[in-house]
């Protein structure tokens, strides 16, 4: 029988069907109103990209925008369930599959950067603990959205005369313009790639920026390792787009950042193959944070 993993960012949604191992995408996740009706229907395009047909067994997807209310909740498991005709769903955040797919044996931390910015603490009894992920007005400091949103900043700064000089205000874009954008949080995110390739250029102002956003990221993980018992050295994984574009140009001045507990590690898998494990294991550690649906 046919099981399906599905990892659903702020960028795009990624889908796998198991075990044969196509895959499909579809949009990302939109703020507003419509955002479960979009996410539904990035869901229904992605399994067809992947050719997904006949009833499917288990769909295990972790989102960005999981609905905070249980009830709510529930009812979008069920909608999922009715769109891949699915017999279960087993639904959380996009934090809890980065954790499944990155942490082998569970325990430990786990940063996911992309667009947003949220990490994940699980310790060895199980509890865990949620460190950021407030979203673009009131968190995920050190996400591309930081990134880039204080990289447009200083683009403006530099134009009007009010700061330094920068390679950054070369480009051609004039940021006022994104605020008519209806992706307007995608479109300050995808700033972010621009100002790590002038900070690599030398550009001081461009640098100061990425060194901000890796303190913010070495603060948000000094602060997820501190909810874990002990005094041992705790394994964090950085997973996600931003760590994947930025490589030690990022990681580096996060190291030296971190506090002695916390220890880099490489991840072990992707947040898709976070969702794989959810699908085809037991929960684990993660029993406390998955809502499911069962058909009836």
């Given at each position: 029988?046919?099981?399906?993993?599905?990892?659903?960012?702020?960028?795009?949604?990624?889908?796998?069907?198991?075990?044969?191992?196509?895959?499909?995408?579809?949009?990302?996740?939109?703020?507003?109103?419509?955002?479960?009706?979009?996410?539904?229907?990035?869901?229904?395009?992605?399994?067809?990209?992947?050719?997904?047909?006949?009833?499917?067994?288990?769909v295990?997807?972790?989102?960005?925008?999981?609905?905070?209310?249980?009830?709510?909740?529930?009812?979008?498991?069920?909608?999922?369930?009715?769109?891949?005709?699915?017999?279960?769903?087993?639904?959380?955040?996009?934090?809890?599959?980065?954790?499944?797919?990155?942490?082998?044996?569970?325990?430990?931390?786990?940063?996911?950067?992309?667009?947003?910015?949220?990490?994940?603490?699980?310790?060895?009894?199980?509890?865990?603990?949620?460190?950021?992920?407030?979203?673009?007005?009131?968190?995920?400091?050190?996400?591309?959205?930081?990134?880039?949103?204080?990289?447009?900043?200083?683009?403006?700064?530099?134009?009007?005369g009010?700061?330094?000089?920068?390679?950054?205000?070369?480009?051609?874009?004039?940021p006022?313009t994104?605020?008519?954008?209806?992706?307007?949080?995608?479109?300050?995110?995808?700033?972010?790639?621009?100002?790590?390739?002038?900070?690599?250029?030398?550009?001081?102002?461009a640098?100061?920026?990425?060194?901000?956003?890796?303190?913010?990221?070495?603060?948000?993980?000094?602060?997820?390792?501190?909810?874990?018992?002990?005094?041992?050295a705790?394994?964090?994984?950085?997973?996600?787009?931003?760590?994947?574009?930025?490589?030690?140009?990022?990681?580096?001045?996060?190291?030296?950042?971190?506090?002695?507990?916390?220890?880099?590690?490489?991840?072990?898998?992707?947040?898709?193959?976070?969702?794989?494990?959810?699908?085809?294991?037991?929960?684990?550690?993660?029993?406390?944070?998955?809502?499911?649906?069962?058909?009836?």
């Amino acid at each position: 029988m046919t099981s399906i993993a599905i990892d659903g960012g702020q960028s795009a949604l990624r889908l796998r069907v198991l075990p044969a191992g196509r895959v499909g995408r579809g949009p990302g996740y939109v703020h507003g109103p419509t955002s479960i009706d979009h996410l539904l229907a990035a869901i229904g395009t992605a399994a067809a990209a992947a050719g997904v047909a006949g009833p499917v067994e288990v769909v295990a997807l972790g989102l960005t925008g999981f609905p905070p209310v249980r009830p709510v909740a529930d009812g979008l498991a069920a909608r999922v369930a009715g769109v891949l005709d699915a017999g279960e769903v087993r639904m959380t955040q996009d934090m809890v599959t980065a954790h499944a797919g990155a942490l082998a044996d569970g325990y430990g931390v786990v940063v996911a950067a992309g667009t947003g910015l949220v990490s994940l603490a699980v310790d060895r009894d199980g509890s865990w603990h949620k460190v950021d992920g407030h979203g673009y007005l009131f968190g995920d400091a050190g996400s591309a959205f930081a990134i880039g949103r204080a990289g447009l900043v200083a683009v403006q700064r530099a134009r009007d005369g009010r700061g330094p000089a920068t390679k950054l205000a070369d480009v051609t874009l004039d940021p006022v313009t994104l605020y008519r954008s209806t992706t307007l949080v995608d479109d300050v995110a995808r700033f972010a790639p621009e100002v790590l390739r002038c900070a690599a250029e030398g550009d001081p102002v461009a640098g100061d920026l990425v060194v901000r956003a890796a303190q913010d990221i070495a603060e948000t993980i000094g602060a997820a390792v501190a909810t874990l018992a002990g005094q041992d050295a705790v394994p964090v994984a950085c997973v996600g787009g931003l760590f994947a574009g930025a490589g030690e140009q990022l990681l580096s001045p996060v190291r030296a950042a971190l506090t002695p507990r916390a220890q880099l590690v490489k991840a072990a898998g992707t947040s898709l193959d976070g969702a794989e494990r959810l699908a085809t294991s037991p929960p684990g550690p993660y029993a406390d944070l998955i809502v499911t649906h069962r058909r009836s």
